[in-house]
Every structure is written in structure tokens, then in C-alpha cells.
């Protein structure tokens, strides 16, 4: 079953910090990859130069997934994937949600999930015209503490 790229339902949050209906799992399965990359490609900022092809990022995803370099972990609604992280250590370098499933738990989910994985320090960058992401981040604890070439990074309270 495909679900819509769009869902009106609303997720209820559980007691562990996880939305209710969605399952987090490391990404290993096969096509776990394609779909990673699909988000990535539709979440994408449009003000953002492609430095990539999307057939490059598909290859990377492949890449990445497959070779374990850092941790990958999928949201899935009714077995679908609609969200991901990729972790290194205490980096957080993506946490993307499929457009049209955002607002519902989803990333709360995810970032959950890479602080239950790095308890003591966590750090990302977003994009200082991603309103939305930083007020994402800084509404879960997370400030600036360096700014870079249109990036801000943000590290969680220690």
C-alpha cells in the first residue's frame, strides 16, 4: 500500500517521546536507500544551490546506507518511510521529513531518537533561512553557538 504523500490524520505522542503510529528502526533493508533519497530530494530547501545531481544523491544514499560510515535511522507510518536521521557520533548531519507528513510527531520522533543515541552532546547545523528548522531545534533545546556561510550550528543544552 502507498500511503499519500500528504496526511491529514494526527499522530498522538506516547510517553517515550515517540509519535504514536510511528516506528523508528536503523535503515538496513533493501530500498531503505531510494526511499532515504527521495525525502532528501523532496524536503530539499529550493533556495538552496544543487550542487548535485538527484541521480548523484541517489548513488550517495546508496553509498552511505550500505556502508555503515555513520548510523541511519528510518520513520515509518504504516511501513512507509516518511522521515530519517543520519548520525555520527554526537553529529547530527540530516534529520529530513517527507513534505506533507511534517508537524506530526515525525521529527520529534527522530531527534528523540538521536538523543537517546548521543545523551550527552549533540550538535547540527540548519540553515539560517530554514525558519522553520531552527524553530524546530530551538524550541527543543537546541542554541546557536557558531555561524558559518549562511549555517548555524546548534548544539543542545549539556
Known amino acids: 500500500m502507498q500511503l499519500p504523500l ?3 490524520g494526527k499522530l498522538t505522542c506516547k510517553v517515550d517521546g515517540m509519535a504514536e503510529g510511528i516506528e523508528i528502526r536503523e535503515a538496513e533493508r533493501p530500498g531503505d536507500a531510494l526511499d532515504i533519497a527521495e525525502i532528501h530530494l523532496a524536503a530539499r530547501m529550493p533556495y538552496l544551490h544543487r550542487a548535485h545531481t538527484d541521480d548523484e544523491t541517489r548513488d550517495w ?3 552511505m546506507v550500505g556502508g555503515r560510515l555513520a548510523a541511519c535511522w528510518v520513520a515509518l ?3 512507509q518511510i ?3 536521521l ?3 557520533g554526537e553529529n547530527l548531519d540530516h534529520l529530513y521529513v517527507r513534505p506533507g507528513w511534517q508537524r506530526r510527531g515525525i521529527g520529534l520522533s527522530l531527534l528523540n531518537k538521536a538523543k537517546a543515541m548521543s545523551p550527552q552532546r549533540l ?3 540548519t540553515f539560517q533561512s530554514s525558519s522553520n528548522a531552527r524553530l524546530f531545534y530551538e524550541t527543543q533545546g537546541f542554541g546557536p553557538s557558531n ?3 549562511g549555517a548555524t ?3 543542545s543544552p549539556t
Open 6 to 8: 500528504e496526511n491529514t
Open 77 to 79: 507510518v504504516e511501513n
Open 123 to 125: 550538535e547540527l547545523w
Open 61 to 63: 544514499f546508496a553509498r
Open 82 to 84: 516518511v522521515g530519517y
Open 86 to 88: 543520519l548520525i555520527d
Open 147 to 149: 555561524t558559518r556561510m
Open 153 to 155: 550550528k546548534k548544539t
